[in-house]
């Protein structure tokens, strides 16, 4: 049977930013294997919430970088994303919006499923072009 791994988001971190020689490369040969198909890998949308997260706040890079690594991310073989119509869809829409990953998400989510947004962040969720219902009030 063939390893099978759920891959966190300091992996791809060390991959993308080459900050740590040691683990850098061993993330590289990480996704080799994978490549050759000696692996499996697998991961879910909140690795993609973490990678964006930590490359805006802590290495300061763009949203159009951070969109670029996250498809990246999608095109390593034998590399399977739960929930990844999604988070293509979502990386599609923060580009044409100029909006952010996670904001995106949700928003494709919600509208996928006919859900209402629910967020004291109406200015983010304005750039994704989504339309919010007033917040709940308590009943009382």
Same mark, same amino acid.
């Given at each position: ?6 891959? /966190? ?8 930013s080459? /900050?740590?020689? &040691? ?22 949308p ?13 290495y300061g890079?763009p949203n ?11 095109? =390593? ?5 739960f ?5 293509i ?5 923060? &580009? ?6 996670? /904001?995106?998400? =949700? ?8 859900i209402? =947004? ?9 750039k ?13």
């Amino acid at each position: 049977m063939m390893e099978r791994y759920f891959v /966190d988001s300091n992996v791809f971190l060390r991959y993308y930013s080459h /900050d740590d020689k &040691r683990q850098s490369s061993q993330a590289e040969e990480f996704f080799l294997r994978a490549k050759r198909g000696e692996i499996e890998i697998f991961c879910g949308p909140p690795v993609f919430f973490e990678v964006a997260w930590v490359l805006k706040t802590f290495y300061g890079q763009p949203n159009t970088t951070i969109l670029d690594t996250l498809e990246s991310m999608l095109s =390593i073989p034998n590399f399977t994303v739960f929930d990844a119509e999604y988070v293509i869809r979502a990386i599609e829409s923060a &580009r044409k919006k100029s909006c952010g990953f996670a /904001d995106s998400y =949700i928003a494709v989510v919600a509208h996928e499923q006919n859900i209402d =947004i629910a967020t004291f962040n109406e200015k983010h969720f304005k750039k994704a072009d989504v339309s919010l219902s007033q917040f709940p009030k308590p009943k009382s």
